[in-house]
């Protein structure tokens, strides 16, 4: 702390000098931030670009949801057709001889049919 009730706060390379009496001031602690946390022309740039191609985007999440959606319907390897042998009507063939295999291909496509909702729902309305 200096002598005349000022301190000095280090941020980076960058020292401010500012005193207790001093209110804060929301628009200079934008300098604060580094440069990369600054928005500046060139991220709206990038908005606007995104932004410009959101029908394609949309596009290929509306055919990643109609694939995922496909295939939570006819899994890998079929479904048992006949209620025989301990199976049931329409279990999944798949999970009784590779159980894991399943599990992972269920969560995954799980998740990548929800992945392609998101995408979908996002690009549909302009915040």
């Known amino acids: 702390m200096a002598d005349s ?7 980076g390379l960058t020292n401010i000098n500012t005193t207790r009496q ?4 929301v628009a200079s602690s934008r300098n604060l931030l580094p440069s990369s946390h600054v ?3 060139s991220n709206n740039d990038d908005f606007e670009l995104l932004w410009r191609h959101r ?3 949309v596009l290929l999440g509306v055919l990643a949801v109609s694939v995922t ?5 006819t899994p890998p390897g079929g479904s048992w057709t006949l209620n025989k042998d301990g199976h049931h009507a329409g279990d999944p063939v798949m999970h009784d ?4 295999r399943y599990e992972v291909f269920f969560y ?8 392609s909702l998101v995408l979908i729902s996002c690009f549909s309305v302009r915040v």
């Open 5 to 11: 009730g000022q301190f000095v706060v280090t941020i």
């Open 22 to 25: 001093d209110p804060i001031n």
């Open 39 to 41: 928005s500046s022309s």
């Open 108 to 115: 995954c496509n799980a998740a990548a049919f929800a992945a």
């Open 55 to 57: 029908k394609y985007l």
């Open 69 to 73: 959606y496909n295939a939570g319907l």
């Open 97 to 100: 001889g590779f159980s894991e």
